[in-house]
């Protein structure tokens, strides 16, 4: 049985069980309290991706480990002070090598919002780790400090075990580029350090819309990256780019509204401590078992009633058309009228402020457009090429799709003028479809 | 000359504009006369005799593909026709791009079906492709064995003896020898179209002049580009372009070009420099010898702007204006003619006093720096000559662009980074591999556009190499002479930073780092490395 066994039938059993519209799965914000801290988030996801953690220990601890370990190894004691202050009087320790990180997921606990953000990653990473590390090149110092970090890892009491993914991965065409990318910057640590922040922020951003962009499209099935266009950020937004305007900001900006809405309800389908099922496979798994479309179209009714929402619902008896109400009656307690309407607007305005604020301009005439800046746009570049030596442009522009990336001919122009002043691109012949674009690491 | 063309509709057959700029098979003759100039102008090049070769080996039984292909514009259709018909009989033809059966169909389906065709019957097949589309194919294509040929080729790796690749880019149309660069190509093409004998065109040329109302600048730029050493000038420009704007050259466009410079908007060396849509023009214009600027090019435009009296000057304009250019021109018009005449005689030689302000030291150091690498052979000059390049250009601009942040570092140390204000650094060999320099030396197969810098970093037995073009060539050189590249000089610096990630991986191995800070400077050592005991010095 994929739904709860206990939906509620009547308008009482709704103001118990679901009086309040609660979010725990597949997406990061809540309604309120939802200032994430990069740095944190950062080290979450080291602990998850790495399968280490410190438990209590903690910075200070292990300076100190460190001063004796080279105190006996130093001829000159007052060479530690310089020691110290090259690594542990500042953020430089952290370039060492992305383990070290695991110092800054320390701070995570409880339901903070990094947490939550750390749980996204989660269910993108699913069971994936880093199963074997790349030899970093250091420095016999930061070597010595490297070693002694895992011999610290050993000593202190850790719970190595992974925090599992509590939901299934909505969008797993995103989670499989999301592991693949990462596996291809694990091997790469000290690229993988400069762009880590990027990194983060792009998938974060890249999960946002395509969940938003997926979720209406339920009953199609597993989800595809839909086309979202973005414009490079020293290009003209004019209002003849018909794919910039109709298949970018605009659609992905209408489609927030069904974020919180819909998957409050697609949890509330779900028993609480049952590992979280995204709507398109409920609706999988719906679709072989006609004889729930009485429980759903019940709780329909009495979830109708006692939101007192106006909309005439599904008489055909198929479980699909029950759930298709309860996610638009679901929409419709937000609506501009009611009361619950504020509740959206904020949640809304959340994911563009902190979620996507990287990738959103907004350009006068043109208003918002989907934008990609240089660094980025680099990072995906190389995130595409991954393990290969180049990749042709075609194919690039096909890699960028498939992660939800999508360029017009305009863009594409921009692009491979782009490519040519960073020196990264090779041409075969001058017929634009032979060029080859190489990654820059 | 039995028709009235005027001297710019004959040239008209150059444009790219002109129904001449693509060829298909036509039934009939658009114009008698445009024929005529059309197959003078035509000059049979390598890779047609090669073609020839291969075309007439085919036996009408022979399972074989031969795919000629090349850019837009290379002369493919060119070569196509002419030896369509000749051979139709025991050869299928298929032009990519040109031909479709069905016209709903895309370009990857009409290759199916030709394909597919090619299987079913027992003829061989000749298809004219654009190297792009070959690639799409590739992908894209149903035919897997197809497919995988195009694959292995596109990769060079091996194919099946069946299929015949014909690539316009394996005939380079420059070359660079000993005695300077040259591209035999164009400067064929123009040759055949200013040739003083049996020249159709100079007979239109000469028709011009006797009108009561010749085109004057079509006529003056006509006798400007029939000097030889003109036309080696603007020989050098597009070998320039090609070098250090990655400009490839392709017929269509040299026609255009040509026919650009002669019946432009403007004179010759205007037509040249000023910028416009064409594409080869739009890559010349920025080395407009008009923006030099030099002393007596200054006194030059000042004198002239000023209208000080200058007989030698005046002289030299009045020669000009027999050729049909008229007095009164802009500076940088003059300035340009000055450039474009500067490897020969002229009138009084006035413009023989700029000479060396127009050398250009850039390619004459990548030309030798190139034939260094690609035709090194051990000779004591040569030795002598590469080690003083790597020496005073390469490690030099290594070794100041690495520690670009770090200025306090001596000769041979390395910066590896900063922590938290403390710089590290460390003591490394960076030297010539003359070795495999010696082992890589292949004439037969190397681009003009590049070549390969080989070094040894520190003990490490490993060469390494970057490659290097004209561009990365002129930043070193710039580096040296104090230029400090910033970010958004991302081109070829790309290279550079490869270089200091190779420098800094050795550099952190080393047993000894330097830490600097301020007037600081400390050392340490792992005198040790089985129990690891550190030495400070410097304290």
Redesign the interface.
């Known amino acids: 049985m994929i739904l709860r066994p206990d939906l509620p039938k009547t308008v009482d059993e709704v103001s118990k069980k679901n009086n309040k519209n609660t979010l725990n799965s597949f997406f990061p914000l809540r309604t309120k309290n939802n200032e994430f801290d990069w740095d944190a988030v950062l080290g979450h996801v080291v602990k998850i991706s790495y399968r280490k953690s410190l438990g209590n220990g903690g910075l200070e601890e292990f300076t100190q480990l460190c001063r004796t370990r080279f105190l006996a190894k130093l001829d000159e004691e007052d060479f530690w002070p310089v020691i110290e202050q090259m690594y542990f009087e500042c953020d430089d320790f952290f370039d060492i090598a992305p383990e070290l990180l695991l110092f800054k997921a320390q701070k995570v606990k409880g339901s903070s919002p990094n947490d939550r953000l750390g749980a996204m990653f989660v269910s993108l990473l699913q069971d994936f780790f880093f199963k074997d590390k790349p030899k970093i090149p250091l420095n016999f110092l930061e070597g010595e400090i490297y070693n002694a970090f895992n011999e610290y890892l050993n000593t202190v009491k850790s719970k190595a075990s992974a925090a599992t993914a509590t939901e299934y991965p909505y969008l797993p065409f995103l989670t499989g580029h999301f592991q693949q990318d990462l596996t291809f910057l694990g091997k790469r640590p000290k690229y993988f350090l400069t762009v880590f922040k990027d990194f983060l922020r792009l998938y974060s951003f890249l999960y946002t819309s395509q969940l938003a962009m997926n979720l209406k499209d339920w009953r199609s099935g597993e989800p595809k990256a839909k086309p979202l266009y973005f414009i490079l950020d020293n290009e003209k937004a004019s209002d003849e780019r018909m794919m910039v305007k109709e298949c970018g900001y605009k659609p992905m900006g209408d489609a927030f509204w069904n974020i919180f809405p819909y998957l409050a309800m697609n949890e509330g389908l779900q028993e609480s401590k049952a590992k979280k099922r995204p709507i398109w496979d409920i609706a999988n798994h719906l679709r072989e078992a006609p004889q729930t479309a009485e429980l759903l179209k019940d709780y329909a009714v009495a979830f109708k009633e006692q939101r007192e929402l106006q909309r005439p619902l599904a008489t055909s008896g198929d479980p699909l058309d029950s759930l298709n109400d309860l996610l638009k009656l679901s929409t419709d307690q937000f609506a501009r009228a009611e009361t619950r309407h504020e509740i959206n607007v904020k949640y809304v305005r959340t994911i563009e402020t902190e979620l996507c604020s990287h990738f959103i301009q907004s350009r006068g005439r043109a208003g918002r457009v989907l934008v990609f800046n240089q660094d980025y746009l680099v990072l995906l570049t190389n995130l595409a090429i991954g393990e290969l030596d180049r990749l042709r442009f075609n194919e690039l522009i096909k890699a960028f799709e498939s992660r939800g990336v999508f360029f017009d001919k305009q863009s594409q122009q921009v692009l491979i003028e782009f490519y040519g002043r960073i020196g990264n691109v090779e041409r075969m012949s001058d017929s634009g479809d032979a060029v080859y674009v190489i990654k820059t690491i | 000359m039995q028709t009235s063309l005027s001297l710019k509709e004959a040239l008209s057959v150059l444009s790219k504009s002109s129904p001449y700029a693509v060829s298909t098979e036509r039934k009939e003759s658009m114009s008698a006369g445009l024929d005529v100039i059309k197959s003078y102008l035509y000059i049979e090049t390598d890779i047609e005799k090669d073609f020839y070769k291969e075309l007439s080996k085919l036996s009408a039984n022979d399972k074989k593909i031969i795919f000629l292909c090349?850019?837009?514009g290379?002369g493919k259709s060119e070569i196509l026709t002419k030896y369509n018909h000749q051979f139709s009989n025991r050869v299928d033809f298929h032009f990519d791009a040109t031909h479709s059966f069905k016209p709903q169909d895309s370009a990857i389906q009409t290759l199916d079906k030709v394909f597919t065709d090619f299987n079913a019957g027992n003829k061989p097949l000749v298809v004219g492709i654009?190297?792009?589309?070959l690639?799409?194919y590739a992908?894209e294509g149903d035919n897997i064995e197809i497919k995988e040929s195009i694959k292995a080729f596109l990769d060079s790796e091996k194919f099946p003896d069946n299929h015949i690749y014909l690539n316009?880019?394996d005939y380079p149309k420059f070359e660079l020898q000993q005695s300077g660069h040259s591209s035999k190509f164009a400067k064929r093409l123009l040759q055949r179209i200013t040739a003083e004998d049996g020249n159709i065109i100079r007979q239109y040329f000469d028709k011009e002049l006797t009108l009561d109302k010749p085109d004057k600048r079509l006529c003056a730029n006509y006798a400007l580009l029939s000097i030889e050493a003109i036309q080696d000038v603007i020989v050098d420009l597009l070998f320039k372009a090609r070098l250090i704007k990655?400009?490839?050259l392709?017929v269509r466009?040299l026609l255009d070009f040509i026919f650009h410079l002669l019946a432009g908007p403007g004179y010759l060396q205007d037509n040249l420099f000023d910028h416009c849509d064409n594409e080869l023009v739009s890559k010349i214009t920025e080395f407009d010898p008009a923006n030099i600027r030099s002393q007596l090019i200054d006194k030059f435009v000042l004198a002239l702007s000023l209208k000080l009296p200058d007989s030698d000057f005046d002289d030299f304009v009045t020669e000009l204006s027999k050729i049909g250019i008229r007095r009164g021109q802009k500076a940088v018009s003059y300035l340009r003619l000055f450039y474009l005449l500067r490897k020969t005689e002229f009138s009084n030689n006035y413009h023989q006093a700029y000479k060396d302000d127009f050398h250009e030291q850039l390619i004459d150091k990548y030309s030798t720096v190139w034939h260094l690498h690609t035709a090194y052979e051990g000779s004591p000059t040569k030795r002598t000559a590469i080690k003083t390049f790597y020496k005073e250009i390469v490690i030099a601009a290594i070794h100041k662009y690495n520690n670009r942040n770090a200025p306090n570092l001596n000769k041979g140390e390395f910066f590896?980074?900063?922590?938290?204000?403390?710089q590290?650094a460390?003591k490394i060999d960076l030297k010539i591999d003359l070795k495999t320099i010696e082992n890589h030396v292949n004439p037969e197969r190397c681009d003009v556009s590049h070549f390969k810098l080989f070094f040894k970093i520190g003990n490490e037995n490993k060469s390494q190499n970057i490659p290097a073009n004209i561009n990365l060539l002129y930043l070193m050189q710039r580096i040296v002479d104090g230029y400090r590249p910033n970010k958004h000089d991302?081109?070829?610096?790309?290279?550079l930073d490869e270089i200091v990630q190779m420098i800094?991986?050795v550099?952190?191995?080393?047993?000894t780092?330097h830490?600097l800070k301020g007037e600081q400077r400390?050392q340490?050592t792992?005198v040790d490395n089985e129990n690891?005991?550190?030495?400070?010095s410097g304290?």
């Open positions: 090349g850019s837009s290379d654009n190297i792009g589309m690639g799409n992908e316009f880019e990655d400009q490839f392709t466009a590896i980074c900063e922590r938290n204000g403390y590290l460390a991302k081109n070829t610096v790309v290279i800094a991986d550099a952190s191995k080393s047993s780092l830490v400390l340490v792992n690891e005991d550190y030495e400070v304290l």
